[in-house]
């Protein structure tokens, strides 16, 4: 128990609040129908707008769990919208400093929803994104990887919110730092294999191809060693498209010609890491693509 909440505790308007909370969440135990989690989350919702005073919420763990409870994907998205509710009225109360330390709490729910939400659910969730994780700026570190493996299904080819969600992207990379946010995206790439098309996506599409690969460096982080970790579980991806993408990625930035020049590389690489990449790309070979094919060659052969 976080020590100010142990001080709470002594007063006895916080203790009733938490007892109003806690007969509040009592209603879920017996919700058997997706109605009956629609009651009891305005039920909730009312009992947590019964005290503004307290910004330390009591009872948070079996808040957050009931949310995402109620978040799960086999649930419509009635409930869906009724619990993101509920999230905003909670971020409203609690403020910058509680949501940031307790952002582990809130994000099992929220982040993996955005990648099975319905459409009219995931506006909205982008919007509570927006409004009140945005402004964490640095506090987001911790659950960055999170948070972008979250996003990244936005960027879903002919998605409503595709450009909303690219646009939020980049205000992320931006309050982080460019370069911790793509070390971020390069660690997803190669812990979570279904984001990497839209990752892959993501980079190619904010290469500027009038500038050197070495002006935009930061775009592959500051872990050099995940990097061809994440580009060589790429190029071995079954997803032709992801294949394609990472073949772009990689004769943009590490034109074969430059791989032996430290002067022209964009990050520095060792003999073993320029081998892992080339032995990755090869394989596409077997795909017998000529899309694939045309990027390869034009790597070994320095027409990029």
């Given at each position: 128990m976080d020590p100010e909440e142990?001080?709470?505790?002594?007063?006895?308007?916080?203790?009733?609040?938490?007892s109003v909370i806690e007969k509040a969440l009592r209603n879920f135990e017996s919700s058997s129908e997706w109605a009956d989690l629609i009651s009891s989350l305005g039920k909730l919702n009312?009992?947590?707008?019964?005290?503004?005073?307290?910004?330390?919420?009591?009872?948070?763990?079996?808040?957050?769990?009931?949310?995402?409870?109620?978040?799960?994907?086999?649930?419509?998205?009635?409930?869906h919208l009724k619990a993101l509710e509920t999230?905003?009225?909670?971020?409203?109360?609690?403020?910058?400093?509680?949501?940031?330390?307790?952002?582990?709490?809130?994000?099992?729910?929220?982040?993996p929803l955005l990648a099975h939400a319905a459409v009219s659910v995931r506006p909205v969730l982008l919007t509570l994104y927006e409004k009140y994780f945005l402004p964490l700026q640095k506090l987001l570190?911790?659950?960055?990887?999170?948070?972008?493996?979250?996003?990244?299904?936005?960027?879903?080819?002919?998605?409503?919110?595709?450009?909303?969600?690219d646009a939020l992207l980049l205000?992320?990379?931006?309050?982080?730092?460019?370069?911790?946010?793509?070390?971020?995206?390069?660690?997803?790439?190669?812990?979570?294999?279904?984001?990497?098309?839209?990752?892959?996506?993501?980079?190619?599409?904010?290469?500027?191809?009038?500038?050197?690969?070495?002006?935009?460096?930061?775009?592959l982080g500051t872990n050099h060693q995940l990097?061809?970790?994440?580009?060589?579980?790429?190029?071995?991806?079954?997803?032709?498209?992801v294949q394609r993408n990472n073949l772009e990625i990689v004769l943009f930035f590490f034109p074969f010609y430059t791989c032996l020049d430290s002067n022209e590389r964009a990050i520095p690489l060792l003999r073993s890491d320029i081998v892992r990449i080339l032995s990755a790309a090869t394989q596409t070979l077997l795909r017998r693509d000529m899309s694939l094919n045309r990027r390869l060659y034009a790597w070994l052969l320095g027409f990029g």
């Open positions: 142990q001080e709470l505790l002594n007063d006895y308007r916080y203790r009733s609040y938490s009312k009992a947590l707008q019964s005290n503004l005073r307290y910004s330390l919420l009591p009872r948070r763990l079996l808040i957050s769990k009931r949310l995402a409870q109620c978040l799960h994907p086999a649930l419509p998205s009635g409930v999230y905003e009225i909670i971020f409203k109360i609690v403020g910058t400093k509680w949501l940031a330390k307790d952002l582990f709490l809130y994000s099992c729910g929220l982040f570190l911790p659950s960055l990887q999170a948070f972008i493996v979250g996003l990244l299904p936005g960027l879903e080819e002919g998605s409503e919110i595709s450009d909303r969600t205000r992320l990379s931006l309050v982080v730092g460019k370069e911790v946010f793509y070390t971020a995206l390069w660690g997803s790439v190669l812990a979570s294999p279904s984001i990497r098309l839209p990752a892959s996506v993501f980079v190619v599409g904010h290469i500027n191809r009038d500038a050197p690969g070495r002006e935009q460096k930061y775009m990097t061809v970790k994440s580009l060589r579980a790429s190029l071995l991806d079954s997803n032709v498209l």
